[in-house]
């Protein structure tokens, strides 16, 4: 079965520094992955996605993330956090996007920032 | 708004009562998904509709989890004889259908924050 593991619960980087939040997957083709942005009471928002094409994805927030199929792994990258990063982030993957299947989500990292 | 609204924001409830938690998609989205956010343990999907219909039901996690959705469009989540254990966050999305073209972005909604005493 397909599956998708944030293994940091809990990352805490510095304001300035740069950041790398990681994430595997667990299926046999390549699949669609994205990566989305909770912060504290509000709803998730998509921060970049990875269909096919350049394997390094640039989103919003100043964010990126590398699809490497050797490891198959899709880490979210930034050079520079802001105190306003401070957030849950979920690697998500869906199998097989022209089917109508639903998207598996990791169980997150929560990312705090210390001033 | 143009964005998914979810009603209501909070809901506490007593133990053993029904509940019913509501979902607007974004006008035109004929896909909807239902997933529950427990404290550590990430997004679990429970139901996914296209158009009217539930292809997909494999994440209700017991009969006393349904759902409906009318019109296309607002969907409605009913648990019956609340449990502690279904305190969680109820997030609803809505997307596109993926028949477009292999781009269904889900967007969520705010959640519902339901609480069992």
């Known amino acids: 079965a397909q599956s998708v593991t944030q293994p940091d619960i809990h990352i805490t980087v510095s304001e300035g520094a740069s950041l790398e939040l990681r994430c595997n997957y667990s299926y046999g083709a390549t699949p669609y992955l994205f990566w989305y942005v909770q912060s504290p009471g509000q709803g998730l928002q998509l921060l970049l996605k990875?269909?096919?094409?350049?394997?390094l994805v640039q989103g919003i927030k100043g964010f990126e993330a590398e699809f490497k199929r050797s490891q198959s792994s899709f880490n979210l990258r930034k050079p520079s956090v802001h105190w306003s990063d401070a957030a849950e982030y979920f690697c998500a993957v869906a199998p097989d996007m022209n089917r109508d299947d639903k998207i598996i989500f990791g169980k997150g990292t929560r990312l705090h920032i210390l001033p | 708004g143009a964005g998914v609204s979810q009603s209501p924001s909070n809901k506490v409830t007593e133990k053993g009562k029904d509940v019913e938690l509501r979902c607007d998609p974004i006008?035109?989205?004929?896909?909807l998904y239902w997933y529950r956010q427990s404290l550590g343990q990430g997004l679990e999907f429970l139901i996914y509709f296209q158009g009217n219909s539930a292809p997909d039901k494999s994440g209700l996690p017991s009969d006393r989890f349904s759902a409906e959705r009318t019109g296309g469009s607002v969907s409605t989540l009913t648990i019956q004889r609340t449990q502690q254990e279904d305190s969680a966050v109820y997030l609803c999305a809505s997307s596109l259908s993926s028949t477009s073209g292999g781009n269904n972005e889900q967007f969520f909604g705010p959640g519902t924050r339901l609480t069992v005493l």
């Open positions: 006008s035109g989205h004929t896909a």
């Open positions: 990875y269909f096919s094409g350049d394997t």
